[in-house]
């Protein structure tokens, strides 16, 4: 689809006229970012409406989390029409950046939300038929503001700016029934954008309704009346994204989402796959079901359930969905696998429960070893075993998760079924995270080898050649993109950064895994050893931190507010902050991580091995052309594969040695033994920092005591991660070190969502 400016123009104006009673003149930011949205929107319903028509088998990938960011400019850039918008608002004196103040759709955590995004862009774009589920909570996740260097959240209302890309489908409305509520689920429809391509799919999300018009005086007197509890309740389902990333929280609001999700989205199917004559039996010919984690599992007896109240058998049922679902796996930390209370799920939804304790009965019927194969044991449900139990596949997200998940996590049921389990290494959109957020260099790399990569990541292979001679506008561009953001962090944190520091960046969700204790440690070790004189000629940088801490969770907020006095102990020193700057920029998002990602030197991706599923950012930094400074874990083991060990910068212990390290392992002997680690470490407290809260104290505890004492091995990696890092930041703007990143960035082909969604409709799917 493409559209002149002039038809672009006529048709803003168009809806200015219609739904706002306003023109170019006089039409506020908020009205024109609908009009331009909107009017996108009616140019391609045609195409979206195709997609939907289609009769070809089609992937519906259920996830609790979509974390969409921003829709204009990405679907403008699909649309081809970001050109055209551009110069239609110039050409009547508006600006299309104004929208930079469009809130990001954040109904997701991190990762695993982003991923659910990136694929559904990839799909759209490789034409695979895949449809998002999800809910469409009120709410996102929390919007993160620093006081006094301590973490404080607030309400994510998302929809401030209106919500054009979405339509609401009332003809879709499904009945979802709990045992002591029922409630409406209506449909959102948004459209998703095949990049250049007429290919529109569908992300449907789910907001849920009172069924009765509210009755307010009903509710008023509050007389036990069962519709008015029932009304006063059903919009809350859908008021809020839970905050949680990788730690699960046993409420049984959320399990109401999960059920209110999947209950939704498998009676909308059904119906509409009825409505076309097929049998249920064959549902597994025009359908599969893609179970993002364990969130959406209670998808599986549900529709046992329903498939049965349609008059089929329960082992006929059963081979269906069998058949239809698929599982992917994120997490191997036992805090994130879901469990639920089996009382508890019998009393919100008992006739699902039945179905979860038939799949148990016919589990034990197996005749299998008890201890290693259950579903419900000691009246806890085991959702992740249900997913296994009842799946066609089982897929890890990058080599070495799913090698874990198959000798680990999960080696009983690998042992049983050995076909199941299969590996689809996660990817991320080059749209989105080069064409969009890095134009100057795309434009470059078009220059050289064309415009076939924006489709075909591996073609950057092709640009391998020309490193030498595009050095310099590599470093050029990369030097625009350091001077952007330096702008946009002064206004908004308040912090000067100097653009010709060497910018080391840490973003993604706090979690004491992924380490950001150990980054803050090695600062604390330069800043002291700087000024102690022990450390002469620091190369001048840049550490930036991004990340939301779930709001529960202790420890992850004691290090935002260590992270910050560190900044502020730094900034303020005049003895250092010539050569060291500390920024931890406040509410992380997508928008944001835009600006940062193609600004990075350094990325770091220093979980303890063995944790991290995969990492995407990391992808995203490797496309933006950075160096990995990163432990062997996720998806950085097949980055090195890519790009060369040698090219990046791979510190600490394997997870091969990580279980045999535990054993023995005493951080306490680390740091007597290490004077500057004890110096980083004792700034927790002794006096250092202020800590009226008693906030650093625990942190520190956490380190030397307790039952397992520095659970993830900072101390232990310390001096391995520092030498690492001093290395390569000592490398930082020789000709040597910009190489690197053009290596990288050259081999990033793998990690294109475009090739991890073409593996799951090929090994998983089977479609196309
Ligand atoms: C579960 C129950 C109740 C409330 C919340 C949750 C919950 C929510 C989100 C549990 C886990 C998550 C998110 C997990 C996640 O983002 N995992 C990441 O997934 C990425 C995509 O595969 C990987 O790259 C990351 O390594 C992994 O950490």
């Not at 009769?55 to 679907?75: D, P, T, V």
């Not at 749209?431 to 890095?438: A, E, K, Q």
Request: aromatic share 12%; net charge negative; with cysteine.
């Amino acid at each position: 689809m493409v559209i002149d400016d002039k038809t672009f123009s006529e048709s803003v104006e168009r809806v200015l006229h219609a739904d706002f009673a306003c023109d170019f003149e006089s039409a506020g930011p908020r009205e024109l970012y609908n009009a331009v949205s909107k009017a996108v929107m009616v140019q391609s319903f045609d195409a979206w409406n195709a997609g939907r028509k289609s009769g070809k088998k089609r992937c519906a990938y259920f996830s609790a989390e979509f974390l969409m960011g921003r829709s204009i400019f990405a679907n403008l850039l699909n649309l081809g029409c970001l050109g055209a918008a551009k110069r239609a608002l110039a050409a009547v004196g508006r600006d299309l950046n104004d929208f930079e103040e469009v809130e990001d759709a954040a109904l997701g955590n991190g990762g695993l939300g982003r991923l659910a995004a990136c694929y559904l862009e990839s799909a759209a774009t490789m034409g695979i038929p895949l449809d998002g589920y999800g809910i469409r909570y009120r709410y996102g996740l929390f919007r993160q503001t620093f006081v006094d260097g301590y973490q404080h959240e607030e309400g994510d209302d998302w929809l401030k700016w209106g919500d054009p890309w979405s339509v609401r489908a009332d003809r879709d409305a499904v009945i979802v029934e709990f045992a002591d509520q029922k409630v409406k689920a209506v449909p959102y429809d948004m459209p998703i954008f095949g990049y250049h391509n007429d290919v529109v799919n569908n992300l449907r999300l789910w907001s849920s309704e009172p069924i009765n018009e509210f009755d307010f005086n009903a509710f008023n007197e509050m007389k036990g009346d069962r519709t008015a509890l029932e009304n006063f309740n059903a919009t809350k389902i859908c008021d809020v994204l839970y905050p949680n990333d990788n730690t699960m929280v046993g409420k049984i609001l959320r399990l109401r989402q999960q059920y209110f999700l999947v209950s939704a989205s498998l009676q909308d199917i059904l119906r509409k796959y009825k409505a076309q004559g097929k049998k249920l039996k064959d549902l597994d010919k025009s359908y599969c079901f893609q179970l993002n984690d364990t969130h959406p599992v209670i998808a599986i007896p549900e529709l046992l359930r329903l498939l049965q109240k349609e008059g089929m058998g329960f082992e006929e049922a059963f081979a269906v969905c069998a058949k239809t679902f698929n599982f992917t796996n994120h997490t191997i930390m036992a805090e994130a696998l879901e469990k639920w209370d089996a009382l508890a799920l019998s009393d919100l939804l008992p006739d699902v429960y039945d179905q979860i304790v038939a799949c148990q009965h016919r589990l034990e019927s197996e005749g299998l070893d008890k201890e290693k194969y259950f579903i419900i044991r000691d009246n806890v449900i085991h959702m992740a075993n249900l997913a296994i139990y009842v799946s066609s596949k089982v897929n890890g997200v990058a080599e070495i998760h799913t090698n874990i998940l198959k000798t680990d996590v999960f080696k009983d049921w690998y042992e049983l079924y050995p076909k199941k389990f299969v590996n689809v290494t996660n990817g991320i959109t080059p749209r989105r995270w080069m064409l969009l957020n890095n134009p100057e260099m795309a434009a470059l790399i078009d220059s050289r080898i064309g415009e076939g990569w924006h489709t075909d990541l591996m073609q950057l292979r092709g640009l391998k050649q020309y490193i030498p001679e595009i050095l310099p506008d590599f470093k050029r561009i990369k030097g625009e993109n350091k001077q952007k953001l330096v702008a946009y962090i002064a206004e908004h944190e308040g912090v000067d950064i100097p653009p010709e520091f060497a910018f080391d960046v840490q973003v993604k969700r706090l979690h004491e895994y992924k380490r950001q204790m150990l980054n803050a440690l090695s600062i604390l070790y330069f800043y002291y050893g700087i000024k102690e004189g022990k450390i002469k000629d620091f190369p001048p940088t840049a550490f930036i931190f991004g990340a939301k801490a779930a709001p529960g969770y202790y420890n992850a907020k004691a290090i935002i507010k260590f992270i910050n006095e560190i900044s502020k102990l730094v900034n303020s020193d005049p003895e250092v902050n010539g050569v060291m700057r500390v920024v931890f920029v406040q509410n992380y998002n997508v928008s944001y991580a835009e600006k940062i990602v193609c600004a990075a030197d350094i990325s770091e991706q220093i979980s303890m091995a063995g944790m991290e599923a995969s990492g995407t950012g990391n992808m995203k930094f490797m496309l933006g052309g950075t160096v990995t400074l990163g432990t062997l874990d996720g998806a950085n083991v097949e980055i090195c594969e890519e790009a060369g060990r040698e090219n990046n910068c791979i510190f600490g212990a394997t997870v091969e040695e990580v279980a045999g390290i535990k054993q023995f392992y005493c951080p306490r002997e680390f740091i007597e033994q290490d004077e500057e680690l004890k110096r980083a470490v004792n700034t927790l407290i002794d006096g250092t920092f202020p800590d009226e809260e008693g906030m650093l104290k625990k942190l520190y505890d956490s380190l030397v005591d307790g039952h397992e004492p520095d659970r993830y091995l900072v101390c232990f990696d310390f001096r391995s991660y520092i030498r690492a890092k001093e290395g390569l930041l000592r490398s930082y703007g020789t000709d040597e070190f910009y190489e690197k990143c053009l290596l990288n960035m050259c081999a990033a082909g793998k990690f294109s969502a475009d090739r991890s969604v073409s593996d799951y409709a090929r090994l998983i799917w089977k479609i196309k």
